[in-house]
């Protein structure tokens, strides 16, 4: 369920209708609802309920400040991939030991920022990685609390490029090796064992990769217990899917995966952490879009947008579905017809959708994507130069710019010419 209806003919984020925020912020822009975000995270709070835990919000999903700090006010903690979003979770207000740091390539640059800043922990992915967060923390007379990611070679059943559970993945150490690489930690005076880390991919729409995976990580703490280490901290990663056609799928509810984790974990006494992003903030947020023209093609006519492949890059690179709605509500009855949608940018991938029905849409037409809200703004650039585009924040019948449109002088003038030239 999202805050995104249709109300008197027109299409309204919260209380405000979507045309109005065209209007004050000019199009294309990203636009998202603080209730729908609200609900997402209370979701998986209370799907957890009874349990010790923490929601650590994937940040990466949709990072403005305005979201994390009102993701953060809820109780959510973060789960950071890059001392950028360390720093950006800081200056949102999170404090350091509700924040975990994930990612296959933590600099030590990095790892020096969040063990200065402060860190709930760091999710190690190698044992190069431990040894360096091992030699900083020495360095600044710290010890740091880290889990490992294990990687339980689980087929998430996902697109190629969001999986990460598989051992031909880049992620996490084999979950074979286990008992050697945790010894190896145990055997570093600069680090504090607190548990283990898994995340097997991103858009699941079934239970039972997790399933398997959280089973393996179950027996996993056993056997690190009777090795001695003292397992207390289990770090889910994120990866339940949302429905991205309202009509033919359901993934399943957070309060179904919260009953497994219950099922599958919930007699080892850990404290537990997930990591949603997705799902979060994925139906909370539309990029909003307006017809520049109609173009009649062969056999087809072209829906020919102000946004493009650089503002919302997800169908180009991963052939993304994202429902396409107009903002003035069709008249009942009114007939559809097929369109594909398309970009501005000078490549055949900028395509959004090929023969979409849609109702009858002229120049100047606005339509809203849904469920454009997690890696939709965090994913843009600014190919073709192409100016990123606005983020606006709805709460009941306010709405504020959380981004704004960068000038095209503050575009331009980030290149320094060399004084050869
Ligand atoms: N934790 C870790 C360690 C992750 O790598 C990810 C996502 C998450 C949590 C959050 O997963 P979620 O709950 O959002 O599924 N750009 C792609 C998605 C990439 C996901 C990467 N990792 C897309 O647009 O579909």
């Not at 074979?176 to 699941?204: F, K, N, T, W």
């Not at 996993?220 to 899917?241: C, F, M, Q, V, W």
């Amino acid at each position: 369920m999202d805050h995104f209806l249709y109300r008197d003919g027109a299409l309204y984020a919260e209380d405000v209708p979507i045309y109005e925020i065209a209007a004050a912020v000019g199009t294309p822009f990203y636009v998202y609802s603080t209730a729908t975000l609200l609900r997402h995270f209370q979701l998986f709070d209370n799907a957890l309920d009874g349990m010790d835990h923490l929601v650590c919000y994937a940040m990466k999903a949709a990072s403005n400040q305005a979201i994390l700090k009102t993701l953060a006010q809820a109780g959510a903690g973060m789960d950071v991939v890059s001392g950028g979003e360390y720093l950006r979770a800081k200056a949102a207000g999170v404090p350091g030991d509700k924040i975990v740091f994930s990612g296959v390539g933590k600099t030590a640059d990095e790892i020096r920022a969040a063990l200065s800043g402060g860190i709930r922990q760091f999710n190690v992915e190698s044992e190069p990685e431990m040894e360096v967060i091992n030699a900083i923390a020495l360095e600044l007379g710290v010890v740091a609390p880290i889990t490992v990611r294990v990687n339980p070679d689980v087929d998430a059943k996902t697109h190629a490029k969001i999986a990460t559970g598989k051992s031909e993945n880049k992620f996490g150490i084999p979950i074979a090796r286990a008992s050697e690489v945790y010894a190896h930690a145990a055997s570093l005076p600069g680090l504090e064992v607190i548990g283990i880390d898994v995340h097997i991919g991103s858009q699941l729409t079934e239970l039972e990769p997790f399933e398997l995976a959280y089973t393996k990580v179950a027996e996993l703490t056993e056997k690190l217990r009777s090795e001695g280490h003292n397992i207390r901290r289990l770090d889910l990663g994120g990866g339940l899917g949302i429905p991205y056609t309202r009509a033919n799928d359901a993934p399943p509810l957070p309060v179904e995966y919260g009953a497994l984790i219950k099922k599958t974990l919930g007699h080892l006494g850990c404290e537990i952490e997930i990591e949603p992003g997705r799902l979060i903030a994925g139906n909370a947020g539309l990029m909003v879009s307006k017809v520049i023209y109609v173009k009649s093609g062969e056999g087809r006519d072209f829906l020919i947008l102000d946004g493009a492949m650089n503002d919302l890059i997800r169908p180009a690179m991963y052939e993304a579905y994202h429902d396409i709605v107009a903002v003035q509500e069709p008249a009942p009855g009114v007939e559809q017809q097929p369109y594909d949608i398309v970009g501005p940018v000078c490549e055949s991938g900028d395509t959004f959708a090929k023969e979409r029905n849609m109702p009858p849409l002229a120049p100047g037409d606005l339509v809203a994507f849904r469920s454009a809200g997690a890696y939709g703004a965090v994913m843009s650039s600014e190919y073709n130069t192409r100016p990123l585009i606005p983020e606006v924040l709805v709460h009941g019948d306010q709405f504020a710019v959380i981004r704004e449109r960068p000038s095209f002088d503050e575009i331009i003038n980030r290149d320094t010419i060399p004084e050869w030239l």
